[in-house]
Every structure is written in structure tokens, then in C-alpha cells.
């Protein structure tokens, strides 16, 4: 475990925080209004390796060269020029800062930390932190990796694939999600969890990224209502060839306590590490790993039970009334733009010029209700 210390006095600027696996959905920006909940755990942090913040560059000022040297290869809206190390925390974690009032940017019904640092340490006033909470933006405390030092004050060791099979990690496909109303409040209905959507939206882009082109087929079930409407919509594709019709790749989940995978599959849907960030591996698989987060996957694999819905009235309605059962969306699963299209600009295959049409196209998949 490690506290977070000011740089510049050495005060502690955090509760002893346990390192995990940094969120698929860390930078989502989630629909219009929409109240997002606290990104990170209480009691943990993950660090984004990648520059991130300001200042910015726009994709037309970076030069090609350098942005492949970045590990992008395909255009993305901007480049950050911050620095790289940047540690996310719940903002419940941070301790010993105050805002900063000139640094309230966002306001749209909060801060949303375009104006670089709005944290400061209490002790010496020292810029220290972003904190996040704006509309369609997860909350959070972002710490400038050049403001903040770690000490470790004692060790946590990562749960084994077993232990952590018995713990209750589980993310369910759907949530409520609330919104700003009226001047009467808030309102919220049944939606695919953005959490779901971030997931997929990075899964797609590895599967299309290693399909080449050729068709992939995924398990029936939730599995293929999340990933086979977008997987029929771009595939067969790329640099294909005659024969006409491509050989159809398969796609199986597989992870600790799942059955061995059929030898003939091509790629594993598995876990990531929630602690690590480790790609579960079958013994001696050959087969392509695609990750998903742990709580996505383990309700792919191992579904909770649904309570039925209840129509109006009915003995039982009282029962439900304070435990009311989970409800489906009314629209088909959608991925997330954002996820997909940073994860895809970031493996080689990007390249492609198939791949780059569909990210030059994303507008266009977006109203089709792929995105």
C-alpha cells in the first residue's frame, strides 16, 4: 500500500491506497447530463501511463512519425503533452487540499479540470490535483504526477485468479442512470451500463484489429448481443480476396472455472487482472487473447440470476416493492466511441486503410447506433 506526499512539503495528500489496473472507462465521456458515480474504489488508485491533460495538441499539428513513436497509429481528435504517470483516486481518498477557485473550469454542473490542477496541498499550496465531477464525466481526483510522491506503508498482494473468483466482483449489464431534469430534479431510467459499453468498445477493437477482415462469430447469448450486431456490420472487410466467402473466425470466452476452450478457437475472450492487469492464459493456448474487464467477463461466463419482472399488481408486488428487480434498456447494446477508438489507434493493425475508414466513419456508425 502507499500514501500519495506533496512534493513540496512532504504532507500527506491521501489514505494508504492499494494499486489496481487503471478503468477501460477512466476518460468516458457518457452521453449529455448524465450524473456518472465515483470512478475509482474506495482504498485504490491506478496510475494512466500515458501523457494526459494539458496542454493539447490537435491531430493535424503531430507530426506522423512522432505519434507512431507514441504507440498511435491512426488519427485521434489531440495529442496531450502533459506528462505521463498521472494517479487516479477517489475523491474520498484525498486529504490536506483545498480547491483552487481560479481553476474551476467546467461548470457545466461541475468541474472538469480543463484548466490544468484545481487541488491544491493545504500545507504549502502547492497545485497538486484535478478533481473531476462535470456531467457525463466519472468523479474523480486526478493527483499531477509531478506534484505528488508515493511511500509505501505496507504491501497488499494481489489475489490469485482463485481468490479472486470468490470474491463478489461482478459489474451487472444494466443500471439505472441519472440525469440532470427540470428545475423539478433529477430523473433516470434502465440503460447498458457505460461500463458494459466501454468494455466492448475495447474488445471490438482488438477483434477487428486481429480479424484481418474475415468474419468473426461470437457465443449466442448476452455475449452476442453485445459484440455480433457491430462484428455483422464491419465484417468480412479490410484487404479481402476470393475466395468470396473469407473462413469465419470464432471468438469463445474463457477464464478461470470456465471449461476448456474448443481447439479451434481462434481468439479467448478473458479477464484482466483487476490488481495486475494480467491477461488470464490457458495453459498452453495458442488461440489470441482479447481482454475484458473481470467484472464484465465473470457476468458473461456466470449470469446472475434475474428476478421476474412483475406485471401491474399481483400478490407478490409488495415483496419487490423495495427490492425491485433488475430491467432491460429499451435499445440495442451500443459500444462506446471513445474506448474504441483510443484502443485502435493504438495497435499497429490501425494502419490498415480499412480500419482507418471506420474510424474516419465513426459519426456515421454512431447514428446507425453502432456507437
Known amino acids: 500500500m502507499f500514501v500519495f506526499e506533496c512534493v513540496g512539503c512532504g504532507a500527506a495528500l491521501t489514505a494508504p ?3 489496481v489496473t487503471l478503468p477501460v472507462h477512466a476518460h468516458q465521456k457518457y452521453g449529455n447530463g448524465i450524473q456518472l458515480p465515483v470512478l475509482m474504489e474506495s482504498g485504490t488508485f491506478a496510475v494512466e501511463a500515458e501523457p494526459s491533460g494539458p496542454p493539447w495538441r490537435l491531430w493535424e499539428a503531430v507530426d506522423p512519425e512522432e505519434a507512431a513513436a507514441r504507440g498511435v497509429h491512426a488519427p485521434v481528435p489531440a495529442l496531450s503533452d502533459g506528462p505521463p504517470g498521472a494517479v487516479v483516486i477517489a475523491p474520498g481518498d484525498a486529504r490536506g487540499t483545498l480547491l ?13 479540470g480543463a ?6 496541498c493545504e500545507a504549502c499550496g502547492l497545485p497538486v490535483a484535478s478533481r473531476i465531477d462535470d456531467c457525463s464525466l466519472w468523479q474523480a481526483v ?12 505496507g504491501d497488499s498482494p494481489p489475489l490469485s485468479w482463485p481468490e479472486l473468483m470468490e470474491t463478489a466482483q461482478i459489474t451487472p449489464p444494466f443500471e439505472p442512470i441519472a440525469a440532470w431534469g427540470s428545475i423539478s430534479g433529477t430523473y433516470h431510467w434502465w440503460s447498458w451500463s457505460p461500463q458494459w459499453e466501454a468494455a466492448a468498445g475495447r474488445a471490438l477493437a482488438h477483434l477487428l484489429a486481429a480479424s484481418e477482415g474475415r468474419p468473426v462469430t461470437v457465443p449466442d447469448g448476452l455475449t452476442a448481443e453485445v459484440f455480433r450486431r457491430a462484428l455483422d456490420a464491419f465484417l468480412p472487410a479490410g484487404p479481402m480476396r476470393p475466395p468470396a466467402d473469407p473462413p469465419t473466425l470464432r471468438a ?3 477464464g478461470p472455472e470456465c471449461p476448456d476452450p474448443h481447439p479451434g478457437a481462434d481468439f479467448l475472450l478473458v479477464p484482466v487482472h483487476p490488481q495486475t492487469g494480467e491477461l488470464w492464459t490457458p495453459p498452453g493456448g495458442r488461440s489470441r487473447p482479447v481482454p475484458l474487464p473481470f467484472g464484465v467477463w465473470r457476468w458473461l461466463v456466470f449470469p446472475e440470476p434475474w428476478p421476474p419482472l412483475l406485471v401491474s399488481g399481483g400478490r407478490h408486488a409488495d415483496i419487490l416493492r423495495d427490492d425491485p428487480p433488475l430491467q432491460r434498456p429499451s435499445h440495442s447494446f451500443r459500444m462506446d466511441p471513445g474506448a474504441f477508438r483510443h484502443t485502435l489507434a493504438r495497435l499497429p493493425a490501425a494502419r490498415s486503410p480499412w480500419l482507418r475508414e471506420i474510424l474516419a466513419d465513426l459519426v456515421r456508425h454512431m447514428q446507425a447506433g453502432i456507437f
Open 115 to 120: 484548466d490544468g490542477p484545481n487541488m491544491a
Open 142 to 153: 486526478w493527483l499531477s504526477p509531478n506534484a505528488v510522491r508515493r511511500r509505501r506503508v
Open 17 to 19: 491506497l492499494s494499486r
Open 252 to 254: 469463445v470466452l474463457a
Open 100 to 112: 483552487i477557485p481560479q481553476k474551476a473550469g467546467g461548470y457545466c454542473c461541475g468541474l472538469d
